[in-house]
Antibody, heavy 118, light 110 residues
Framework: QVQLVESGGGVVQPGRSLRLSCAAS????????IHWVRQAPGKGLDWVAVISKDGNNKYYADSVKGRFTISRDDSKNTLYLQMNSLRAEDTAVYYCARVGSGWHGDYWGQGTLVTVSS | QSALTQPPSASGSPGQSVTISCTGT?????????VSWYQQHPGKAPKLMIYEVNKRPSGVPDRFSGSKSGNTASLTVSGLQAEDEAVFYC??????????FGGGTKLTVL
């Protein structure tokens, strides 16, 4: 069955960096684009970034552009999110989601919590 | 990149129907048939309920249906059941390789 497992979250100071991972299984990873979506505590869903199935196209929300980088390693069936210059407002649970035919996320991981605090 | 507009809450009694709206603009909801809906129970990951306006993934009960008129999309839950109580989010492709979510609607089954 399709499975996505995020990892790498934790507590980090403002201005520092963190890299999240999303390990995929149960499907042909290289055939799908993948989203990162986040959810601040008690708040709604917030799209962060998407990477195309070939890794050549990457798109970001304005709020993270220039600070976050999405990437993938198809040999490891793993998606990454490199987060630099972290801010308090980046505190959230970060989910990866497989992209279906029409930009929707058809399968989601369980999320990993990132807390940016001094 | 303004979020799509959803009512903060909706409610209905078991067996009744409830409709949740999702209002955007001609640049997102109205411009593309890429509206999707997600159900999220407390402490859980979102689950896809509707995609491409009105398509249901395998395993989602046919009590859930989606539609769109102009810049407003809607999710209707028929025959409400206790387990339907959750927060529902809409989302839409917004052009320019941007994806937008609504603010979420908490559905209460009375």
């Amino acid at each position: 069955q399709v499975q996505l497992v995020e990892s790498g979250g934790g507590v980090v100071q403002p201005g520092r960096s963190l890299r999240l991972s999303c390990a995929a299984s149960g499907f042909t990873f290289s055939a799908y684009s993948i989203h990162w979506v986040r959810q601040a505590p008690g708040k709604g869903l917030d799209w962060v970034a998407v990477i195309s199935k070939d890794g050549n196209n990457k798109y970001y929300a304005d709020s993270v552009k220039g600070r976050f980088t999405i990437s993938r390693d198809d040999s490891k069936n793993t998606l990454y999110l490199q987060m630099n210059s972290l801010r308090a407002e980046d505190t959230a649970v970060y989910y990866c989601a497989r992209v279906g035919s029409g930009w929707h996320g058809d399968y989601w991981g369980q999320g990993t919590l990132v807390t940016v605090s001094s | 990149q303004s979020a799509l507009t959803q009512p903060p809450s909706a409610s209905g009694s078991p067996g009744q129907s409830v409709t949740i709206s999702c209002t955007g603009t001609s640049s997102d909801v109205g411009g593309y048939n890429y509206v999707s809906w997600y159900q999220q129970h407390p402490g859980k990951a979102p689950k896809l309920m509707i995609y491409e306006v009105n398509k249901r993934p395998s395993g989602v009960p046919d009590r859930f249906s989606g539609s769109k008129s102009g810049n407003t999309a809607s999710l209707t839950v028929s025959g409400l059941q206790a387990e339907d109580e959750a927060v529902f989010y809409c989302a839409s492709y917004a052009g320019g390789n941007i994806f937008l979510f609504g603010g979420g609607t908490k559905l209460t089954v009375l």
